[in-house]
């Protein structure tokens, strides 16, 4: 996986949480809380990731498994979270799924997914990070290994 193409990615995903509701015409004051608490945090985040996965592949290393899907579902989850998030469009909480639908409940229910989207996105890309670090590191010597050490000096009272 690039870190280029990782950095791009979240940069997007960031604009699509915070600010997706003006692409649908219903964007709204709350936006402008979103965008630097969620929108600047989640970009932060997978531009560090990026760093990450940029020293793993100089270190000549591949990017493990663990951090790929890690990072494929916390995306899933931030397209979920951009779908599901309210803004305020005349005294009403509107998200762009409930605007698609147009039924209250849908709003109610874009409200309650909301949440649990965005809190998954973010751990999921920090879990992502974690696992990337782990990627990066020196293998660990087997036990077998002799490493031509000096013995350890014999206990005083022994």
């Given at each position: 996986?690039s870190?280029?193409?990782?950095?791009?990615v979240?940069?997007?995903?960031?604009?699509?949480?915070?600010?997706?509701?003006?692409?649908?015409?219903?964007g709204g004051?709350?936006?402008?809380?979103?965008?630097?608490?969620i929108?600047v945090?989640?970009?932060?985040?997978?531009?560090?990731?990026?760093?990450?996965?940029?020293?793993?592949?100089?270190r000549?290393?591949?990017?493990?498994r663990?951090?790929?899907?890690?990072?494929s579902l916390?995306?899933?989850?931030?397209?979920g979270?951009?779908l599901?998030?309210?803004?305020?469009?005349?005294?009403?909480?509107?998200s762009?799924?409930?605007l698609?639908?147009g039924?209250?409940?849908?709003?109610?229910?874009?409200?309650?997914?909301?949440?649990?989207?965005?809190?998954v996105?973010?751990?999921?890309?920090?879990?992502?990070?974690?696992?990337?670090?782990?990627?990066?590191?020196?293998?660990?010597?087997?036990?077998?290994?002799?490493?031509?050490?000096?013995?350890l000096?014999?206990?005083?009272?022994?």
């Amino acid at each position: 996986m690039s870190p280029r193409i990782v950095a791009i990615v979240g940069v997007i995903l960031a604009l699509w949480m915070t600010a997706s509701h003006w692409l649908f015409g219903i964007g709204g004051p709350l936006t402008w809380w979103y965008v630097p608490t969620i929108g600047v945090t989640f970009a932060a985040v997978h531009i560090w990731l990026a760093r990450r996965i940029g020293i793993t592949h100089k270190r000549e290393r591949r990017t493990g498994r663990s951090t790929i899907v890690t990072l494929s579902l916390s995306w899933a989850s931030a397209i979920g979270f951009g779908l599901t998030v309210p803004n305020s469009v005349n005294g009403d909480l509107v998200s762009i799924l409930s605007l698609a639908s147009g039924t209250s409940f849908s709003a109610e229910m874009s409200i309650a997914l909301c949440n649990p989207l965005g809190i998954v996105a973010f751990t999921l890309a920090g879990a992502s990070l974690v696992f990337a670090y782990a990627d990066a590191r020196d293998p660990k010597p087997e036990e077998d290994e002799d490493f031509d050490e000096t013995p350890l000096v014999p206990h005083p009272l022994a």
